[in-house]
């Protein structure tokens, strides 16, 4: 299975195998630039569908984390006020 380098300007992003050197040159100068992530599948198109499911996912992942991190504090907040109303007052006799 060929590794492939992903190359992107704006919203367009176009897959290379990482042996064809010329292409990658070219489109550097076209101002293409090389995005980090590399995969290995059968096709161009297999590349480019899991390279787009691995961005998905690590938005869907950032967002969930910063929803939790909202809500954390809120639960911490919530809990500490029952605590407080929930205390028994010690009897003075």
């Known amino acids: 299975m060929p590794d492939y380098d992903f190359y992107q300007k704006g919203k367009r992003i176009v897959a290379l195998e ?3 050197n ?10 293409y630039q090389k995005q980090v992530e590399e995969i290995s ?3 161009k198109k297999s590349a480019l ?3 787009y499911d691995i961005r998905k996912d690590s938005r869907i992942d950032q ?3 910063l929803a939790g991190a909202g809500t954390m504090p809120l639960i911490g907040i919530m809990t ?3 605590a407080f109303l929930l205390r028994k007052k010690p009897d003075i006799d």
């Open 18 to 20: 990482r042996s064809e």
């Open 22 to 31: 010329n292409q990658a040159v070219k489109l550097i100068t076209q101002g």
């Open 41 to 43: 599948a059968t096709t």
């Open 49 to 51: 569908t899991r390279l």
């Open 63 to 65: 967002h969930n984390f």
């Open 80 to 82: 500490a006020i029952a």
